[in-house]
Nanobody
Framework: VQLQASGGGLVQAGGSLRLSCAAS????????VGWFRQAPGKEREFVAG????????YYRDSVKGRFTISKDVAKNTVSLQMDSLKPEDTAVYYC???????????????????WGQGTLVTVSS
């Protein structure tokens, strides 16, 4: 599976961005797809995840109510709608996917075998 992340950019605090993760090589069916981010000098952290087949979604506490992860079956993409952005959301965002992610390990980057190249999100104050 090859993943392509897109949609990053520069936005003012309070603004919105929509990231997309497209898969090629196979469909996301049966996969868990996650969004992670890594800010300068910090470790990569889980942002949101979705169980493709069941549609269950998961978020880190700091983005609940502001970010929404969703799937588009026809386009075989996973999107991350980010609203009410804050300067602390500034990071490189990565999408990742794997067919064997157990729920208790969804937030761990090592649970995912396939990764996109990352897209930079910069939120100015």
């Amino acid at each position: 599976v090859q993943l392509q992340a897109s949609g990053g950019g520069l936005v003012q605090a309070g603004g919105s961005l929509r990231l997309s993760c497209a898969a090629s090589g196979r469909t996301f069916s049966g996969y868990t797809v996650g969004w992670f981010r890594q800010a300068p000098g910090k470790e990569r952290e889980f942002v949101a995840g979705i169980r493709w087949s069941a549609g269950y979604t998961y978020y880190r506490d700091s983005v609940k109510g502001r970010f929404t992860i969703s799937k588009d079956v026809a386009k075989n993409t996973v999107s991350l709608q980010m609203d009410s952005l804050k300067p602390e959301d500034t990071a490189v965002y990565y999408c990742a996917a794997d067919a064997n992610v157990i729920l208790s390990a969804m937030r761990r980057s090592e649970s995912y075998h396939y990764w996109g190249q990352g897209t930079l999100v910069t939120v100015s104050s």
